[in-house]
């Protein structure tokens, strides 16, 4: 008999936690993805800008706060957070401490150009050539923008767009502290 318990409990046990793991599923966030980079040195980047002929250097700014916002020209999410992205940098562009770049994502160079000849810009951008950078920082795909504190630490990971609250947070939970910070 105590046998026949000992299995029972087991299978309830199974049971129980099956339908905890079905509850979690049916009410979490599915766009909820581990940002195992969080905490992590930013991988280096030296890539070609998309505007001018030259190479920018992500260690050039060590020392700085540094957005990187992953985008395409076909990315609809892209466009929607476009002008929050603006925003962005036209809030923080006076602040010798922080910089903000896109970074092009399995594009055309052609239309990323018209791109941001429509949609407006007043940030650099370069072109993941072969997509390392986006390998690199673990994209899962565009949107995606990524917060580098001062010592060139990953600090925070946005995957989808930033608009509405995800800017505000952004913008006065992210930014803004880490360039309060003493350099």
């Known amino acids: 008999m105590k ?15 099956l339908v905890v793991l ?10 909820a993805l581990p940002p195992v980079i969080i905490s992590k040195p930013a991988p280096d980047i030296t890539a070609p800008a998309l505007l ?12 700085k706060v540094v957005v990187l916002n992953f985008w395409a020209s076909w990315c609809l999410e892209c ?7 603006l925003a962005i940098q036209k809030r923080f562009e006076n602040n010798p401490d922080f910089v903000m770049y896109g ?19 007043n940030f650099e951008h370069m072109v993941d050539e072969k997509g390392k950078i986006s390998i690199d920082y673990g994209v899962y795909g565009v949107p995606e923008t990524f917060v580098i504190d001062r010592k060139g630490i990953i600090r925070h990971k946005q995957i989808g767009p930033v608009f509405g609250d995800v800017y505000s947070n952004i913008v006065e939970n992210v930014i803004e502290p ?4 003493p350099a």
Do not use: C, M
């Open 3 to 17: 046998r026949f318990e000992t299995w029972h409990i087991f299978l309830l046990a199974g049971l129980l936690a």
């Open 22 to 31: 079905f509850y979690k599923g049916l009410w979490g966030d599915p766009t």
């Open 52 to 63: 001018e002929a030259k190479n920018i250097s992500l260690k050039a700014h060590l020392g």
């Open 79 to 85: 466009k929607e957070e476009h002008r929050f992205l």
């Open 103 to 121: 970074v092009n994502y399995q594009d055309q160079e052609k239309l990323a150009k018209e791109y941001l000849q429509i949609h407006g810009n």
């Open 178 to 181: 880490l360039l309060n910070e």
